[in-house]
């Protein structure tokens, strides 16, 4: 059995985004595809594969980690601003 980084694809709430892709790299998203699909009996849309691996690759870049402090939170959810910031804001916008 073929060790791959990713597994099954999980279902979550997705935020459109629309990219363009070389020719031999979707050749190979797609190839990718196909085998994950064996490895898993269930198929496998190659576009479901890109937020996956875009996870990986920035879970694995200990420079991404090291700058954005993600060590602490590696999936980190966007924070509200304070009270004082958005008063902040708001004045600065009048």
Do not use: C
């Not at 198929?43 to 700058?67: N, Q, T």
């Amino acid at each position: 059995m073929t060790k791959l980084k990713l597994a099954a694809i999980v279902d979550d709430k997705p935020v459109r985004l629309t990219v363009t892709l070389p020719a031999a790299l979707h050749r190979n998203l797609v190839a990718y595809a196909e085998i994950l699909a064996k490895e898993t009996d269930k198929p496998v849309d190659p576009a479901k594969l890109v937020a996956p691996m875009l996870e990986k690759f920035i879970a694995s870049d200990r420079g991404f980690r090291k700058v954005r402090g993600a060590d602490r939170n590696p999936n980190p959810v966007p924070s509200q601003p304070s009270a004082e910031s958005a008063a902040a804001t708001a004045s600065a916008r009048d």
